[in-house]
């Protein structure tokens, strides 16, 4: 299995930004980054197709989060702009296969999580 690690959440006043990254023992076909806040259903807000290097994002997301990859250092990103209050929660990297979409990703295996907080 790919091992996951994320890092760098924190706290961050509305609208500014983080970059969470993932520290990843390799690829698989899909990557993704999901989050969760107490009490809702873990969601899927990235994906990226690691063969192409295709991207999509959830709706309520998109244009403000980019996920990219470092191949070289074997790290996935994901750079949050624009951050609001509904963004906080528990952010995590996690990999797995077709189909390869925002609302299968809550099914793929991820990480520990990093905190994000958003006031």
């Known amino acids: 299995h790919v091992q996951l690690v994320e890092s760098g959440g924190g706290s961050v006043q509305a609208g500014g930004s983080l970059r969470l990254s993932c520290s990843t023992s390799g690829y698989s076909r899909c990557m993704a980054w999901l989050r969760q806040v107490p009490g809702k259903e873990r969601e899927g807000v990235a994906v990226?197709?690691?063969?192409?290097?295709?991207?999509l994002y959830s709706d309520s997301v998109k244009g403000r989060f980019t996920v990219s990859r470092d191949n070289a250092n074997n790290t996935l990103y994901l750079q949050m702009n624009s951050l609001k209050p509904e963004d906080t929660g528990t952010y995590y990297c996690?990999?797995?296969?077709?189909?390869?979409?925002?609302?299968?990703?809550?099914?793929?295996?991820r990480g520990q999580g990093t905190q994000v907080t958003v006031s």
């Open positions: 996690a990999t797995g296969s077709a189909p390869c979409t925002v609302a299968n990703a809550p099914r793929f295996r």
């Open positions: 990226m197709f690691t063969g192409t290097g295709a991207r």
